[in-house]
């Protein structure tokens, strides 16, 4: 059902005044054309992916040669090269900043509170550089860390990145065994970690496992203070320091930057593991740089001085993505701990006290936020809040309506879809779009997202794989460990030929716009029918009885039958009234076909470390099938629940 009114609409400055609609207006000056809106725009950067790379550079002041040429062999994904005589150095373009304003604010839940400024960011870079050079670290090399999402954690980033060295992180939730699946396979020269953290409300110690993974890795670490002991965690491994320790022979200098190759390998992100070790997907420092700086220039509207937040860890994706918030001279409001402690106005507090420009979260959140009965629209000082974003799965229907009911009426929503695989969004948020209810605005610039079928054939209001079809600079430069390049085409390019198959079942809408149905893999396929997981989401965990849920497909009966696990809300049980009202509510809101042969109780729900449901891993439980990395899992013990249930015996 199409709304008839959109949720917002950009005013008339935005559109005359933003940073897209002016970069808007000095492409079309420059290439003599005059674009009618955003959709024309878009076209234009996909068409003339040179032009509008380099155009992006030059806008965005990128710092570096840019060379003669902005792509080579553009018509191959897997050949094709964007500024290819290019030399830029990423922690260069983000330390653009000087003097004493705000570059970094944290928050540990309401135990810690300190900020930085762009001067004491600078200093620290400083001395991390000289200290990583002395050890012996140089291009190429890696460095991996096991952090919170700590300003120490942004410094040590760009110290790694401004000498040529190789970042990779994750966070300290993670246990023994998924830290050494990581970082096992990229084999660094230094390790990172912290003392301890802080979690909804307790101390979290983390020095048997630094410990633990610092004797696998064999290589000297660097512990952080924050939580714990840091004198007492650096003293148990056998070539251990304190920053304080580390950095103490050297005093803060100018940074010197290394300017290398546009796609010399910038960090090393991990997809998720849930099927087997984690591939490791390289990105280039010029590749993610371009694709940041589009999305929050242009995209999300940012200036200097602007406040940037992202509810993250340092284990996904989307911290990369808050750092380069510095590139645009944003000050970065970081966070770390539960988003619940010690209420759930902690992030909001944050938002209200310090003016938050962009305020990122997760779908997850959102929900979690309305059905915790919460109205911070009435509770707290907004006012600052231009634009809300919202990724990890898709947001429902109704909690696009959430947003603006129960937090901000005028506020721009953005529900983006991207990840791992290319360190940022395809799909996102256009301020010169209105937003409409369960949509996504639209594809990003310079991507030529598409939605094709079974056969390869674009379709238009009609669900299928979501593609991209021309290369893009944020493609990774390969996966660690796959000297033939097997891995990586098999990731992406074996469903279509020359075609990037992102792994979305997506369907554009009328507007122009997308709306994510879940992962393709997760599909389910009762009947021949493909039904996305989300749909059925989208009306189930919108009932008050439901705290969240889970579906997979089982094989039964030479078929697919669709399996429904629902956690309910506390001192409820799944009787037969509310399994009525279950299949009652999913037949009504989405269809007959999306109605499941079983529906169970169950007192978990699996997730990765970021949040995301685990479909696949269930689906294995289910079918008698082993789990191949439950490292990968924050509550991998919620896997028990789904072996052997009698009522999927019949």
């Given at each position: 059902?199409?709304?008839?009114?959109?949720?917002?609409?950009?005013?008339?400055?935005?559109?005359?005044?933003?940073?897209?609609?002016?970069?808007?207006?000095?492409?079309?000056?420059?290439?003599?054309?005059?674009?009618?809106?955003?959709?024309?725009?878009?076209?234009?950067?996909?068409?003339?992916?040179?032009?509008?790379?380099?155009?992006?550079?030059?806008?965005?002041?990128?710092?570096?040669?840019?060379?003669?040429?902005?792509?080579?062999?553009?018509?191959?994904?897997?050949?094709?090269?964007?500024?290819?005589?290019?030399?830029?150095?990423?922690?260069?373009?983000?330390?653009?900043?000087?003097?004493?304003?705000?570059?970094?604010?944290?928050?540990?839940?309401?135990?810690?509170?300190?900020?930085?400024?762009?001067?004491?960011?600078?200093?620290?870079?400083?001395?991390?550089?000289?200290?990583?050079?002395?050890?012996?670290?140089?291009?190429?090399?890696?460095?991996?860390?096991?952090?919170?999402?700590?300003?120490?954690?942004?410094?040590?980033?760009?110290?790694?990145?401004?000498?040529?060295?190789?970042?990779?992180?994750?966070?300290?939730?993670?246990?023994?065994?998924?830290?050494?699946?990581?970082?096992?396979?990229?084999?660094?020269?230094?390790?990172?970690?912290?003392?301890?953290?802080?979690?909804?409300?307790?101390?979290?110690?983390?020095?048997?496992?630094?410990?633990?993974?610092?004797?696998?890795?064999?290589?000297?670490?660097?512990?952080?203070?924050?939580?714990?002991?840091?004198?007492?965690?650096?003293?148990?491994?056998?070539?251990?320091?304190?920053?304080?320790?580390?950095?103490?022979?050297?005093?803060?200098?100018?940074?010197?930057?290394?300017?290398?190759?546009?796609?010399?390998?910038?960090?090393?992100?991990?997809?998720?593991?849930?099927?087997?070790?984690?591939?490791?997907?390289?990105?280039?420092?010029?590749?993610?740089?371009?694709?940041?700086?589009?999305?929050?220039?242009?995209?999300?509207?940012?200036?200097e001085g602007d406040r940037l937040f992202y509810f993250t860890t340092c284990g996904w994706m989307m911290w990369n993505w808050l750092a380069s918030g510095l590139a645009v001279g944003a000050t970065l409001c970081l966070y770390d701990g539960s988003p619940f402690h010690p209420d759930g106005n902690i992030l909001f507090d944050y938002a209200s006290e310090e003016g938050f420009a962009v305020f990122g979260t997760s779908a997850k959140y959102i929900d979690a936020v309305r059905k915790g009965g919460l109205t911070p629209r009435t509770s707290h000082d907004l006012s600052k809040l231009r634009l809300l974003t919202s990724t990890g799965s898709p947001l429902s229907p109704e909690g696009f309506s959430f947003v603006y009911e129960g937090i901000k009426p005028?506020?721009?929503?953005?529900?983006?879809?991207?990840?791992?695989?290319?360190?940022?969004?395809?799909?996102?948020?256009?301020?010169?779009?209105?937003?409409?209810?369960?949509?996504?605005?639209?594809?990003?610039?310079?991507?030529?997202?598409?939605?094709?079928?079974?056969?390869?054939?674009?379709?238009?209001?009609?669900?299928?794989?979501?593609?991209?079809?021309?290369?893009?600079?944020?493609?990774?430069?390969?996966?660690?460990?796959?000297?033939?390049?097997?891995?990586?085409?098999?990731?992406?390019?074996?469903?279509?030929?020359?075609?990037?198959?992102?792994?979305?079942?997506?369907?554009?809408?009328?507007?122009?716009?997308?709306?994510?149905?879940?992962?393709?893999?997760?599909?389910?396929?009762?009947?021949?029918?493909?039904?996305?997981?989300?749909?059925?989401?989208?009306?189930?965990?919108?009932?008050?009885?439901?705290?969240?849920?889970?579906?997979?497909?089982?094989?039964?009966?030479?078929?697919?039958?669709?399996?429904?696990?629902?956690?309910?809300?506390?001192?409820?049980?799944?009787?037969?009234?509310?399994?009525?009202?279950?299949?009652?509510?999913?037949?009504?809101?989405?269809?007959?076909?999306?109605?499941?042969?079983?529906?169970?109780?169950?007192?978990?729900?699996?997730?990765?470390?970021?949040?995301?449901?685990?479909?696949?891993?269930?689906?294995?439980?289910?079918?008698?099938?082993?789990?191949?990395?439950?490292?990968?899992?924050?509550?991998?013990?919620?896997?028990?629940?789904?072996?052997?249930?009698?009522?999927?015996?019949?």
């Amino acid at each position: 059902m199409i709304e008839e009114k959109p949720l917002w609409e950009p005013s008339r400055e935005v559109l005359a005044r933003s940073p897209m609609a002016l970069f808007m207006n000095a492409c079309g000056k420059e290439v003599g054309r005059s674009f009618d809106g955003y959709d024309a725009f878009h076209a234009w950067s996909v068409e003339d992916r040179a032009a509008f790379w380099s155009a992006v550079w030059e806008d965005c002041r990128v710092i570096g040669d840019r060379g003669e040429r902005a792509l080579v062999d553009g018509d191959s994904m897997l050949d094709a090269r964007f500024f290819p005589d290019a030399t830029l150095n990423f922690a260069e373009n983000l330390l653009r900043g000087r003097g004493d304003g705000d570059a970094l604010i944290f928050r540990g839940e309401d135990k810690v509170s300190y900020r930085w400024s762009w001067s004491h960011l600078h200093a620290m870079v400083s001395r991390l550089q000289q200290a990583f050079s002395a050890m012996g670290i140089g291009q190429g090399d890696r460095i991996a860390a096991m952090m919170p999402n700590l300003p120490e954690t942004i410094a040590c980033m760009l110290a790694a990145a401004s000498i040529g060295a190789i970042w990779s992180s994750c966070s300290p939730d993670f246990g023994e065994q998924g830290v050494l699946d990581r970082f096992g396979q990229i084999e660094p020269k230094l390790f990172i970690a912290c003392d301890g953290y802080w979690y909804n409300g307790k101390l979290q110690d983390v020095g048997a496992k630094v410990k633990a993974v610092a004797g696998s890795l064999g290589v000297p670490v660097l512990v952080v203070p924050y939580a714990g002991d840091a004198l007492a965690v650096a003293a148990a491994v056998s070539d251990g320091r304190t920053v304080a320790d580390l950095i103490a022979p050297y005093e803060a200098k100018g940074v010197t930057f290394l300017r290398l190759p546009f796609s010399h390998p910038l960090s090393i992100l991990f997809s998720s593991g849930t099927t087997g070790v984690p591939k490791c997907i390289v990105h280039s420092a010029g590749g993610t740089l371009l694709q940041h700086l589009k999305e929050h220039r242009y995209h999300c509207g940012l200036t200097e001085g602007d406040r940037l937040f992202y509810f993250t860890t340092c284990g996904w994706m989307m911290w990369n993505w808050l750092a380069s918030g510095l590139a645009v001279g944003a000050t970065l409001c970081l966070y770390d701990g539960s988003p619940f402690h010690p209420d759930g106005n902690i992030l909001f507090d944050y938002a209200s006290e310090e003016g938050f420009a962009v305020f990122g979260t997760s779908a997850k959140y959102i929900d979690a936020v309305r059905k915790g009965g919460l109205t911070p629209r009435t509770s707290h000082d907004l006012s600052k809040l231009r634009l809300l974003t919202s990724t990890g799965s898709p947001l429902s229907p109704e909690g696009f309506s959430f947003v603006y009911e129960g937090i901000k009426p005028d506020v721009q929503l953005a529900s983006i879809s991207g990840g791992t695989d290319i360190v940022s969004c395809f799909v996102l948020g256009v301020p010169l779009k209105p937003v409409w209810r369960g949509e996504i605005q639209g594809p990003g610039l310079g991507l030529a997202i598409d939605v094709w079928n079974e056969e390869g054939r674009p379709v238009r209001q009609e669900k299928g794989e979501l593609v991209c079809t021309k290369a893009f600079p944020s493609m990774p430069v390969m996966f660690w460990n796959d000297p033939d390049g097997a891995k990586y085409r098999a990731a992406y390019f074996d469903r279509f030929d020359n075609i990037w198959c992102h792994g979305d079942f997506a369907e554009w809408t009328s507007h122009g716009g997308i709306v994510i149905h879940g992962r393709s893999d997760a599909t389910l396929n009762p009947g021949g029918v493909r039904i996305g997981t989300a749909e059925i989401y989208n009306q189930v965990e919108q009932m008050e009885e439901v705290a969240e849920a889970l579906c997979i497909g089982q094989d039964w009966d030479d078929d697919v039958r669709v399996v429904l696990f629902v956690r309910l809300a506390p001192g409820l049980v799944l009787d037969e009234a509310l399994e009525k009202a279950i299949r009652t509510r999913i037949r009504t809101g989405a269809s007959p076909r999306h109605v499941p042969a079983k529906i169970v109780a169950v007192a978990d729900i699996p997730r990765t470390k970021s949040g995301k449901i685990v479909e696949l891993a269930v689906r294995e439980v289910v079918h008698g099938r082993p789990v191949k990395n439950r490292e990968a899992l924050a509550n991998p013990e919620a896997l028990a629940l789904y072996a052997d249930l009698p009522q999927l015996k019949d």
